[in-house]
């Protein structure tokens, strides 16, 4: 079977580090994606990783351990408005998305 | 039009009425996708359409169905609408169908409420 498992809620303070976990099973493996969500809003793409390690992008950067089935997203320098749902990707072996359901992340000043 | 639009952007529709819900995108993208999105759950795909003139059923094909008679339009109805769809509805486009790496845009959803 296909599961994805993200926490449903993690609180941060402004100026700090957080990382979002995102464990996986699929019966096939394309890629994962990390998409950010506003409340109201449609998701929007964050990262992409194919192969094993860490892509940085600015204050974000996403880690892919396909061994393990594991991947984080790692934020740096939190702001206000990073307060979001982060939602985690597969692509599967037909190339569509299996979405896990979220992790809704509280940022405190 | 910049993007991915839909349309309407809310509705409140009686059980058993037919609906359809429009999106258009203007990027040229080959893929199409139409997503739900309930409390609690991640996105399930509905529809899809990896090129104009074909359509493939996602993860929760039923009480649904599509067509893609263009590039641009990508329309989703419900025949007879019930309860247990009422959801925000998302479409989203991508750049290739299949076999390649392919970010996928979203439009703004529709909230879509079935009484």
């Known amino acids: 079977g296909q599961n994805i498992d993200q926490p449903t809620e993690m609180t941060a303070t402004e100026g700090a580090i957080v990382q979002i976990n995102c464990t996986y099973q699929t019966s096939g493996f394309n890629g994962l994606f990390w998409y950010q969500q506003h409340a109201g809003e449609a998701p929007t793409f964050l990262s992409y990783n194919v192969l094993d390690g860490l892509e940085e992008k600015g204050r974000f950067s996403s880690f892919l351990s396909r061994s393990k089935g594991y991947s984080y997203l790692l934020l740096k320098e939190l702001q206000m408005k990073d307060s979001a749902s982060y939602l985690c990707a597969i692509m599967d072996s037909n190339y569509q998305l299996i979405w896990g359901a979220g992790t809704k992340l509280i940022i405190k000043p | 039009i910049a993007g991915i639009t839909q349309a309407p952007t809310s509705q409140i529709l009686a059980a058993g009425r037919r609906m359809t819900l429009r999106c258009t995108q203007d990027m040229r993208h080959n893929a199409m996708y139409w997503y739900r999105q309930d409390l609690g759950l991640g996105l399930r795909l509905i529809h899809y359409?990896?090129?104009?003139?074909?359509?493939g059923k996602g993860e929760v094909p039923d009480g649904y169905s599509v067509s893609r008679a263009n590039t641009d339009d990508f329309p989703l109805t419900l025949a007879s609408a019930v309860p247990s769809q009422t959801s925000v509805y998302f479409c989203?486009?991508?750049?290739?169908?299949?076999?390649?790496?392919?970010?996928?845009?979203f439009g703004p959803g529709t909230r879509l409420t079935v009484l």
């Open positions: 989203a486009s991508s750049d290739s169908g299949g076999g390649t790496y392919n970010e996928q845009f």
């Open positions: 359409s990896n090129t104009a003139g074909t359509t």
